[in-house]
Antibody
Framework: QLQLQESGPRLVKPSETLSLTCTVSGGSIGSSTYYWGWIRQPPGKGLEWIGS???????YYNPSLKSRVTISVDTSKNQFSLKVNSVTAADTAMYYC???????????????????WGQGTLVTVSS | DIQMTQSPSSVSASVGDRVTITCRASQGISSWLAWYQQKPGKAPKLLIHAASSLQSGVPSRFSGSGSGTDFTLTISSLQPEDLATYYC?????????FGGGTKVEI
């Protein structure tokens, strides 16, 4: 059974960098079938896709966050990571990592359904 | 970006009722739509993909329909464990976007 687990600091100071890692177990992150993504959810609000990465390192970002976000993959550790720099209180949220399939390229990603999710980790931005 | 609009934002129903949630995309997405269920304090769970395909293990009382811009999630006979917020998501193009959610109360 595939499992994803987020890890990283739960408290980040304003203007600093938020860093999270997702460790995948029960399957290989190097599979050519899947993409690996980050989604966040501010307290009491809806879901926002942050970005996704393919095992080859190809990345896709939400334009609303692209200037501050970096997603990377380490296939040797079966992990992928998220960095968000220059954080503010508006970045306080539950952060989820998740897997999706899809036929992606040129701005399209047909069938990008998130079928496995981590339990999420609440990151608070506060001094 | 493709905007996803869900309605209603909340619905209160009784056990055994039929519940319908709608989702509208700001542009055509063929059948590239997913529905998720999120219970309080939990991660979302994929219910339906490709607008009408039931994810493995999901009870058959859940069904989805639609194509193009208008989609529907139906719970044929509401159960107590269906208390949750439901989200649609377009799975057509980047950036992937979600609807605002529909809270189902029993």
């Amino acid at each position: 059974q595939l499992q994803l687990q987020e890890s990283g600091p739960r408290l980040v100071k304003p203007s600093e960098t938020l860093s999270l890692t997702c460790t995948v177990s029960g399957g290989s992150i190097g599979s050519s079938t899947y993409y690996w993504g980050w989604i966040r959810q501010p307290p009491g609000k809806g879901l926002e896709w942050i970005g996704s990465i393919y095992y080859s390192g190809s990345t896709y970002y939400n334009p609303s966050l692209k200037s501050r976000v970096t997603i990377s993959v380490d296939t040797s550790k079966n992990q992928f990571s998220l960095k968000v720099n220059s954080v503010t209180a508006a970045d306080t949220a539950m952060y989820y990592c998740a897997r999706h399939q899809g036929y992606c390229g040129g701005g399209s990603c047909y069938g990008a359904n998130f079928d496995y999710w981590g339990q999420g980790t609440l990151v608070t931005v506060s001094s | 970006d493709i905007q996803m609009t869900q309605s209603p934002s909340s619905v209160s129903a009784s056990v055994g009722d039929r519940v319908t949630i709608t989702c509208r995309a700001s542009q055509g997405i063929s059948s590239w739509l997913a529905w998720y269920q999120q219970k309080p304090g939990k991660a979302p769970k994929l219910l339906i993909h490709a607008a009408s395909s039931l994810q493995s293990g999901v009870p058959s009382r859940f069904s989805g329909s639609g194509s193009g811009t208008d989609f529907t999630l139906t719970i044929s006979s509401l159960q107590p464990e269906d208390l949750a917020t439901y989200y649609c998501q377009q799975a057509n193009s980047f950036p992937l976007t979600f609807g605002g959610g529909t809270k189902v109360e029993i």
